[in-house]
């Protein structure tokens, strides 16, 4: 069982909403990033997202700075993780960067500490064979944005014990999420379903079938979506859809999962969605 002591890795979007949802269910967090201002961004992003919990009333002033306090920052991982009974992993999605993290995990956190990635794609199976605990090494794949998403997704790596999964699906539950355990393959579940449906759409798009506004609202309106598949790849990033749908593509070897040319033009051309200012729309 975890208790308290918690590190994530990666001070970016997703690492600073699990910080937020470990700290507000009373874990001791501790933010890790290489670079300060990302780190100083992340406290102010978390302060603001508490702040609309607080004008909405899903939770109180008290709440919100118990949450604060339970955070503290820290750029270096060997301080960063000498305490951890968990280390949640939210670096960027590169396959080296995340193995070299991995490396230094294993070697900086304690022995029994367990390892989780929240990578969208990469194989659970490669990361943890980087590391002498493969069986404590895991996938737990929050959404975005995540003080809102009830999902995690949890992945088997090929040797993942089943003590540690039992740990992790009992600790989303105490974090107020809903685990539900997958098997390590390409996308897992969440991406090798969602990323062919925005493809599809950006196809659909590519041929001329029709326009960005009128797929997003068929999609949305008809099928219940609370954003259409083009608005959505804006929000994940495009770049993040490409290389998700490259390693569909590459791990199946099936040409369904091929990125439609546009994708593809689309991401060399620099326009990545929101986080660039332009995809399918344009954000100020
Ligand atoms: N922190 C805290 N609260 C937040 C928040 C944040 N970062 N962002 C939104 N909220 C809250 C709002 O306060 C609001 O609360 P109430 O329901 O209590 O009123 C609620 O969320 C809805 O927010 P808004 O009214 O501002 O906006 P919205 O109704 O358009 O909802 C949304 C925003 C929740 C993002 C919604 O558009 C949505 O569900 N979009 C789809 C999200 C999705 O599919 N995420 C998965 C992406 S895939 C992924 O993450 C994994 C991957 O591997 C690629």
Known sequence: MIKKNISVIGAGTMGNGIAHVFAQHGFTVTLIDINQTQL????????KNLDRQVAKGSITEDNKQKTLTNLCTQKSIELGVANAELVVEAATENIDLKLSIFKQLDTFAPANAILASNTSSIS????????????QV?????MNPVPVMKLVEIINGYATSNTVTTTITELSKQ???VPCVV???????????LMPMINEAIFSLYEGIAGVEAIDTIMKLGMAHPMGPLQLADFIGLDVCLSILKVLHDGFGNPKYAPCPLLVNMVTAGMLGVKSGEGFYTYL
Do not use: C, E, W
């Open 138 to 142: 895991i996938g737990m794949h929050f």
């Open 40 to 47: 100083d961004k992340a406290l102010v992003t978390i302060a």
């Open 124 to 135: 659970i199976t490669k990361i943890a064979s980087v590391t002498k605990r493969p069986s």
């Open 175 to 177: 974090l107020q999420k």
């Open 183 to 193: 098997n390590d393959y390409p996308g897992f579940i969440a991406n090798r379903i």
